[in-house]
């Protein structure tokens, strides 16, 4: 049997570029984004005025809004970067971060993420030292309700390594570089979604959000013969959560990806 078609629901442009290199290994494979990458939200002027011992850059959505707002250069001159996978690691790479300032778990890891890059980078914080996450942060439905900065989009790998950092004695400081959102599709799109829910489409989460957007966006949709190929645990979480009748676990490499692509016949 030939291998099943595959929703990428990554962000644009990232979601366009899976398909197509999964396209190019035989698979069919279409963009449908889950998360819409808006705008930053503030400038670096006042952060130039900390020498930060690193910066920790949690997708390459970070690394691009970071790099191109003003200021910006004057932190990564000086710091280490820290990327908890391989596209971050790349992004750092085009925005001119030298190869032997960036660390990354290796490409053999079991996951990209915050717990496998620590042990990696936990020799570099002395105490006082100061760590600055660059992060997204999700655009509230209500913005008078939105949280603090300090508090918005915080995922359970952040949290868990600030804690780590703090543990070793560094000072974790957060900048929110961008804002995420769910993007307004219909039409079309929508009534693929709807038939992708019982079809034999695999959906390709690379984000717990995406999951929980897809849920908003179609809350008519019944997931109990839908199918999820997942990059992490905490994904597979809330793809049982929200009810997919599979959800199917890989490595978050394209190779790793493709190959469980096939194996689901």
């Known amino acids: 049997m030939p291998a099943p078609r595959v929703l990428v629901t990554r962000p644009e442009p990232e979601a366009s570029d899976w398909a197509r290199q999964l396209g190019l290994r035989g698979l069919q494979a279409e963009a449908l984004p889950l998360i819409e990458i ?7 002027q006042h952060l130039t005025q900390t020498r930060w011992r690193a910066l920790m850059f949690v997708s390459g959505n970070a690394v691009q809004h970071f790099a191109s707002t003003p200021g910006a250069q004057a932190c990564l001159i000086q710091a280490h970067c820290w990327a908890p996978g391989p596209g971050t690691a790349r992004a750092l790479l085009a925005a001119g ?3 032997e300032r960036i660390a990354t778990p290796p490409a053999e890891a079991g996951q990209f993420d915050s717990e496998h ?6 020799a570099q914080i002395r105490p006082g030292d100061p760590v600055l996450i660059v992060r997204g942060v999700d655009a509230p439905a209500d913005p008078a309700a939105a949280l603090p900065p300090e508090q918005a989009g915080q995922g359970s790998g952040r949290e868990w390594l600030s804690q780590r950092i703090t543990e070793a004695g560094g000072q974790v400081s957060h900048h929110v570089a961008y804002e995420r959102r769910p993007p307004a599709h219909g039409g079309v799109l929508r009534e693929r979604a709807l038939a992708a829910a019982s079809d034999g489409t695999v959906w390709l989460f690379s984000s717990s959000e995406a999951v929980r957007n897809l849920q908003s966006w179609l809350p008519e949709a019944g997931w109990e013969r839908a199918r999820a190929l997942v990059t992490h645990p905490r994904i597979a979480e809330a793809a049982a959560r929200a009810g997919f009748g599979q ?6 490499t394209l190779d790793d990806v493709a190959a469980s692509i096939e194996s689901l016949t």
């Open 247 to 252: 959800v199917h676990a890989t490595r978050p």
């Open 38 to 44: 808006a705008a930053p939200r503030a400038g670096l």
């Open 117 to 122: 890059l620590w042990p990696l980078v936990q």
């Open 97 to 99: 971060v030298p190869p």
